[in-house]
């Protein structure tokens, strides 16, 4: 159904496809005379809490706001350091400015593997050193277990930015249930999206408190229990945000939910088909492994090249010469402008390599073979 509208002759590197069931259930809520947070905000978080298997889901108007709440919810605060990974989006480090702390940025375990390598961020855990941040890129885990030890030893809090990862598992757990709170994202073009939108899974009833109260302005009573007569007035007790997400987006996400694990595992079936197609191309790596595959969520198809002179060019060849759309996962945070004049330089060599030679290519669920093959043909042909 709905697409974005991308031109035929291009192959995208995410494409929307919306069911008519979603947009009757958004059509349904603007019928209702109810738009902000209410029954089916409530709906969608009992829904998504069951399908982690985490006692609370708070939801959030970003996956940004969600790493808000998490790191104020582990007392991140004034002084204080959280380590993070650099090969990430800006967010899960801008978030720790917003709580007045600093972000250090710790290396990842190499072009195999994206995620935050637990013996670099041993060496970087100092005295003022208050959480660690694992983004589990693509759906791929992050070394959860070694990471939660390495936290517990020391006394931090472990939080996770699983904005790529909303059904991906580690040791048949969940990822984003792992840590003190995990960060969901909605946005746009992620696996389950509604436009704008996020979520904090916890099992820490605190956290989970102040993460509700704060969303809301830290309102002792939301407008919706006003409507329904279960209260009729507030105290504000905190300093609070705005970081409500609202009805029709709620309505989105929990009628696409019901999608989530087929459209996930097609995407799994793409990467092994990416995977068996791509492999002995010389000089590309293609990271993971086919067991990584099956526990991660797929959200994009990253590949390796092994020569940083050549990247770009072969990027700007796809997209002009064979309309293929491509992206990079990630620009390393830590060399960009804001991160390198505010917090200075810093070396981390495989998270720049990866920075200078990853190239993301097109992955979505109704990908087709054709589609797939062309991506194939214009990387053999590029890469040769
Ligand atoms: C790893 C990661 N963390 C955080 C975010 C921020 O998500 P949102 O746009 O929902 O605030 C994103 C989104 O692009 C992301 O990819």
Redesign the pocket.
Known sequence: MAGTGTSPSVVPLYDLQLEPEDITAVMEVLESGWLTLGPRTHAFEAAFASHLGVSHAVAVS??????HLAYLAAGVGPGDEVIVPSL??A??AAAVVYCGATPVFADIVGPHDFGLDPADVERRIGPRTKAVCA?H?AGYPAAVDRLAALCDAHGLALIE?A??APSADFDGRKLGTWGRAG?F???S??ILSCG???LLATDDDDVAALARSLRSHAMTSGTWSRQTRETDSYDVVGLGFNYRLDEPRSALLLSRLARLEPEIERRRALTRAYRDKLAGLPRVLLPYDDAGVTRSSCYVMPIVVDDDGRRDGVRRRLRDEHGIQTSVF?PAVHEFTAYRTRFGAQRLPHSERVARTEITIPLFAHLDEQMQDRVVGALREELA
Not at 62 to 67: D, K, Q
């Open positions: 970003s996956c940004t706001a969600a790493l990430t989006f967010a899960t983004v890129f930015d904005a790529h960060a994202s909605f946005f073009n992620k704008e939108g996020g990630y």
